[in-house]
């Protein structure tokens, strides 16, 4: 249902699972576990994995803190989009990226909830894509100090205002890791 035409492809997008964002993210464990679930599904579909990694004066290029987890193997041979900006189109090659393979659907995985995460889906929304926020595959750490909600609630929240987005000719849906359905690539 995208308003991208001719792009009825779908993507994964894996943003910023690195070991300096995730490091103390509410139930780690448990969403890298979904995330290397929803990668091997996407490959078994031929469906592309890209893959998001953030860098700034905090989280500098090439540190351990800005390396993937360990947990998660990127394939050379899938794409790497590197931001500095919440939002993964902001300044980057990720639409080019997307267009290349004739995308229109994303499934979006990863970190920060309240942050990058947020900023994705809702620059992915209105830019024209059919958006699946995977409610069980993306975290957030502990923001309390700063007046935010305690991380459960902060994922649920988004969870929950995200499958009642609608703008025409688009879809934002919220499921979890076992109710994920790819596209496989056309053509």
């Given amino acids: 249902m995208t308003t991208l035409t001719d792009r009825p492809n779908t993507a994964l997008l894996v943003i910023d699972v690195q070991n300096g964002v995730v490091a103390e993210a509410h139930d780690r464990d448990g969403v890298v ?3 290397n679930t929803l990668v091997g599904k996407a490959r078994a579909d031929g469906v592309p994995v890209v893959w998001i990694q953030h860098a700034d004066d905090e989280l500098e290029r090439g540190s351990e803190p800005w390396q993937w987890v360990p947990e998660l193997d990127r394939d050379a041979a899938e794409p790497l989009v590197h931001k500095s900006y919440g939002d993964a189109f902001e300044d980057t090659t990720l639409e080019a990226v997307l267009a290349e393979r004739g995308v229109g659907r994303l499934v979006v995985t990863g970190a920060v909830t309240d942050g990058c995460i947020r900023a994705t889906i809702h620059g992915a929304f209105v830019r024209g894509y059919d958006v699946t926020l995977v409610s ?3 975290t957030t750490q502990d923001f309390r100090e ?8 902060v994922i649920a929240h988004t969870n929950l205002y995200w499958q009642f987005q609608s703008a025409p000719g688009r879809q934002a849906v919220s499921a979890g890791t076992a109710d994920v359905a790819f596209t ?4």
Avoid: L, R, S
């Fill in 136 to 138: 069980d595959a993306h």
């Fill in 146 to 153: 700063y007046g935010a909600p305690a991380p459960d609630q």
């Fill in 184 to 187: 496989a690539v056309a053509g």
């Fill in 33 to 35: 576990a979904n995330i």
